[in-house]
């Protein structure tokens, strides 16, 4: 126990006396969480759509009004003589909303009136969400403006969880996933691919330290490192992100050790495994970025991601975690929604560990 105790304190050490590898493990993580959070929404506003209004009457013009309301969507005006392909193929507008001659008597007979809008689907999600904005502001306007009546079964919807459907409250868990997920296993995986590369193993491989010892001495550091990396990304969940812990907090607590071991392990095993800085960082950059970024649910759900690769994401350790995150800040399902993914993070941690043994544990010869 005393040289495990004694190899972690050497590694933290040497951690703390360089201050660029202090800064990439406690400032870039929550660089990374504040910046991508902000770049990431689920919603669309300010959406640029060009306006056309043949009719120009009053009730066209409080037609026009309902979209000019919304903060989802913004007006622009475009001039009847032109055509509205060009807003959208000129960039001025996302969409074109186009009303048509006779809109005004149309109404005040009662009869259909078609109100036509062209969509720029390029983008095709904010096209989908454009004309689900644009149809329920239709709605609205028929309903309160124009006193048709409601149709005779009306869903109520209540959102819960996240009913303000901010953005920061859904991605930010996952950032901050992604943030413990990268940076500590690039620490670790550079530190002990460093060891080969500079020589320095050969001062451990006479000495009379075990591979056990001198790995969990390892993984111990790191794990320090980024539980420290999670209590500040915490403190900015908790306060910039508005949110807070929900119902019991044990599996959240007990998985965060168990991923930041985790983590840890998964950087000692490729610098054990792999002895040469570059190809170490690639490695962790395609393991805890890349395929966390993409195949956890970070992004889009699990669900979504095609077939063939949807397998992918069983062996994606911060699959699980994402989930035990959001778990505890949104949810509140305790043990009962998140308990066996705690324990495959804890399986996944001990997997990692063993290729890592695997690696190391020739490092003494029996005397």
């Known amino acids: 126990m005393r040289r495990i105790v004694a190899q972690t304190r050497k590694e933290l050490i040497e951690f703390v006396r360089d201050w660029r590898t202090l800064a990439l493990a406690l400032v870039l993580p929550m660089f990374l969480l504040l910046v991508l959070s902000a770049g990431l929404s689920l919603r669309v506003t300010d959406l640029p759509v060009a306006a056309q209004d043949f009719d120009d009457s009053p009730a066209s013009r409080r037609f026009l009004d309902a979209f000019r309301a919304s903060i989802s969507l913004r007006l622009v005006a475009w001039p009847p003589e032109r055509r509205p392909e060009d807003a959208l193929a000129s960039g001025v507008a996302r969409a074109v909303l186009v009303v048509p001659e006779d809109f005004e008597r149309d109404v005040a007979r009662g009869v259909d009136t078609p109100v036509q809008l062209l969509v720029d689907a390029a983008d095709a999600n904010t096209a989908k969400l454009a004309a689900g904005y644009a149809a329920r502001i239709a709605r609205e306007h028929n309903r309160s403006v124009l006193g048709v009546a409601a149709p005779p079964v009306r869903a109520a919807i209540r959102l819960w969880y996240n009913p303000g459907l901010s953005s920061k409250k859904f991605y930010g868990p996952g950032i901050y996933v992604l943030g413990l997920s990268m940076f500590p296993a690039l620490l670790a995986a550079l530190a002990m691919a460093r060891e080969s590369e500079q020589k320095t193993i050969v001062q451990v491989y006479v000495s009379s330290i075990s591979a056990h010892e ?68 690639q490695v962790v950059a395609l393991g805890g970025f890349l395929l966390v970024f993409l195949l956890s649910g970070l992004i889009f759900p699990i669900e979504n991601i095609p077939a063939a690769l949807r397998w992918i994401s069983i062996f994606i350790w911060g699959r699980y975690y994402i989930e035990v995150v959001r778990d505890a800040l949104l949810q509140g399902g305790g043990w009962p929604a998140v308990g066996w993914k705690v324990a495959v993070i804890g399986l996944i941690a001990a997997a990692f560990y063993a290729i890592a043994w695997r690696r190391m544990r020739r490092m003494q010869l029996p005397a």
């Open 214 to 281: 001198f790995l969990l001495g390892k993984i111990a550091a790191f794990t320090a490192v980024a539980l420290a990396e999670c209590a500040l990304m915490l403190g900015l969940l908790f306060t910039y992100f508005e949110l807070s812990l929900v119902g019991d907090p044990t599996p959240f607590i007990a998985g965060t050790v168990l991923y930041a071991i985790c983590v840890a392990a998964f950087g000692t095993m490729v610098g054990a495994t792999i002895p040469n800085e570059v190809a170490a960082l």
